[in-house]
């Protein structure tokens, strides 16, 4: 499922004329808090494991960057997203995947204790639905 859209500016861009990775882990996290919001009713998540977080191919400054998640585990309190990062350019129609990793979001209350997750199942089999089907789309190209 597209989550969102971002361009790249010079401001954005480190040492080697290219998006500092830093910077794109960042973008990524708030994609995945942004995520677990839309897929469920709960007020504040907190970000709780990272992991194969892998750059595959650097931005540069003017790029689009496209957010894709898939929801791959739905915990009592938690989520684990999978986020897939793609450059698209417009004029050639082309993507290329430039960031992968994936995402466990715990579900916390105002003292910042897990709680459960209270779903929105609706929204979460949209995000499926759009999963499988990038997934289908990807093995046939
Ligand atoms: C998130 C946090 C409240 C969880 O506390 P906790 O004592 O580990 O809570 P629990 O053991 O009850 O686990 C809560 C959920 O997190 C999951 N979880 C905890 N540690 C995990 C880990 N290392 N990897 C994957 N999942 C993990 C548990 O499986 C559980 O999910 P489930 O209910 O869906 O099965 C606590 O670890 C915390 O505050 N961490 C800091 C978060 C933060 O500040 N993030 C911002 C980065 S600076």
Redesign the pocket.
């Known amino acids: 499922m597209l989550i969102s859209r971002e361009m790249v500016l010079d401001q954005d861009i480190g040492l080697n004329a290219t998006l500092f990775g830093g910077d794109m882990m960042s973008r990524m996290?708030k994609v995945a808090g942004i995520t677990a919001s839309l897929m469920s009713r709960n007020r504040r998540f907190?970000?709780?494991?990272v992991?194969e977080l892998v750059f595959h191919s650097p931005v540069r400054a003017g790029e689009i960057i496209e957010f894709y998640i898939g929801i791959t585990?739905?915990?009592?309190?938690?989520?684990?997203l999978q986020l897939e990062v793609q450059v698209y350019e417009p004029v050639s129609d082309q993507r290329r995947d430039v960031t992968s990793g994936e995402f466990?979001m715990?579900a916390?209350d105002e003292a910042?204790?897990?709680e459960?997750?209270l779903w929105k199942p609706e929204m979460v089999q949209v995000a499926e639905a759009a999963h499988r089907a990038r997934e289908g789309r990807a093995k046939r190209a």
């Open positions: 996290d907190l970000t709780v494991k992991s585990r739905q915990g009592r309190t938690s989520l684990t466990v715990v916390v910042l204790q897990p459960p997750i």
